[in-house]
């Protein structure tokens, strides 16, 4: 098959959805389909080879404690109508396929199968950037979509409110031969502390606020830890930095932006991973990768992540927006060796289940049940 993988947010800026397409994109050429990758770009990628092509020039957009990399241009229908016309693609598969404005000037101009994967939830498809303009775009093209996925139960019950139809359940996946156990830790934090990791982007609704809080008072009960926090930001990470400074919190380490591939060590080098999010977080592949390397989770407990980790099982999981809570179950796994080895084989045997051969073998198996449906329509 020929396909194409359609992204609206700047693929040159660290996230998930630019993640799950790469990922993605691996394993379907793996499977011997031909797949090129379309989406804004704020720099060249050269990862794809010509297998990318790159259609308007991103902005960064505040969206409910977030910032959306979109292309807002509405000057993009000659390019996507010339490259859909080249092409001739099998399958148009759109991540998000209502946000404005390339996948859904895309799934307009697109005159093949289309297939659309909805991972967020909590906001709506539009999403809170271009209302009213997202629902007339869904009135209008809803019908365009034949196939539709959702990355969990809480994607699909949001997407639901708003798309009609059934939803085939395709969860992320996980990169078992980057995330593996068998990666050497970071040399300069293994010097005996404890080490409490944070993966994530430096936005209000990751919680690094309230893990600050939460660590605050694991420091004060367990001199010998330590706060490692990975992930781009630059206005809320001086925010907190000033906090540290201002309440004298030591061992509390920003590390800021980690490549795909130096990741790994990070994981590796931890002895908890801790994801605080308070909302809209459909999954968590953060989870998934901590998972990959055998490492014990606390987190909050909001539907995205419940749909990963089973509490008391592969980890902890408490309630979001409450730092007291979340140091007491920092400090209960800290203090039980036995508990953190259990949970960390536990999720690490679940993540199996998630690896990306397995995941991309449920979506080619979906594009050709889609496939199959218009045929028989046609």
Known sequence: MKIALVSPYDFAYPGGV???????????????????????????????????????RPRPIPNSGSIA???????????????LDEEKFD???????????????????????????FHACDARPGYRLAW????????????????????????????????????????NGVDLENFSPNVSPIE???????????VGRLEKRKGVGYLLNAYRQVKHEIPNSRLIIVGPGTRLRQKYEKWV??????????IGFVSYQELPRYYQTADIFCAPAINRESFGIVLLEAMAMGKPIVASDIDGYASVVTHGEEGWLVPPKDSRQLAQALLAVIRDEKLRQEMGEKGRLKAQKYSWELVAKQVADCYLKVLDEAHCVE
């Open 132 to 171: 009213p303009i997202g629902t007339i775009m869904l009135k209008r093209r809803c019908h365009k979509l034949h196939g539709k996925i959702a990355v969990s139960q809480p994607a699909m019950r949001f997407a639901g409110k708003y798309v009609r139809g059934d939803f085939d359940i395709i969860p």
């Open 188 to 198: 300069e934090f293994r010097d005996g502390k404890f080490n409490i990791l944070f």
């Open 18 to 56: 630019a993640n799950h397409i790469s990922n993605l994109d691996r394993y379907l050429c793996r499977m011997g389909h031909e797949v090129k990758v379309i989406a804004p770009a704020s720099r060249a990628i050269t990862t794809f080879g010509d297998r990318f092509i790159p259609i308007g």
């Open 245 to 254: 400074k201002r309440y004298s919190i030591p061992d509390v380490v920003f």
């Open 91 to 117: 399958i148009v598969h759109l991540h998000e396929p209502f946000m404005p404005m390339l996948c859904s000037a895309v799934l307009r101009f697109s005159n093949t199968v289309n297939i659309g994967t």
């Open 69 to 83: 990399r979109i292309s807002l241009s509405l000057t993009l229908a000659g390019k996507i109508k010339a490259v």
